[in-house]
């Protein structure tokens, strides 16, 4: 399996800006695409956003659609989530999620389709 460490998360203000991070080791980066989860304490776990292979696929949930953003280098094993125009609501453990993947689909939203996690790195936006 593909080992997954999240950085980035901090406590930031609403409105305010975050990139967190996701790097990858153990396997061929380029073989995966990648998503990403959060978790509010209380809630399920629910999907963020996903990106195929390639990065040139990718798929977010409708809450998060125009304010944040999933990209990936290849070339650096990392695969990031940028949000803007943060809300409280987005307070969260958020977790990086890899599936090994034979196209550049991007369209895998359910955590089962997802077989390794990162530890998450939590969010905290403050009103």
């Known amino acids: 399996q593909v080992q997954l460490v999240e950085s980035g998360g901090g406590l930031v203000q609403a409105g305010a800006s975050l990139r967190v991070s996701c790097v990858a080791s153990g396997r061929t980066f380029s073989n995966y695409a990648m998503g990403w989860f959060r978790q509010a304490p209380g809630k399920e776990r629910e999907f963020v956003a996903s990106i195929g292979r390639s990065g040139g696929s990718t798929n977010y949930a409708d809450s998060v659609k125009g304010r944040i953003t999933i990209t990936r280098d290849n070339a650096k094993d990392t695969v990031y989530l940028q949000m803007n125009s943060l809300k409280p609501e987005d307070t969260a453990v958020y977790y990086c999620?890899?599936?090994?993947?034979?196209?550049?689909?991007?369209?895998?939203?359910?955590?089962?389709?997802?077989?390794?996690w990162g530890k998450g790195t939590q969010v905290t936006v403050s009103s």
């Open positions: 999620a890899a599936r090994r993947a034979f196209s550049d689909s991007s369209t895998w939203f359910r955590p089962g389709d997802f077989g390794s």
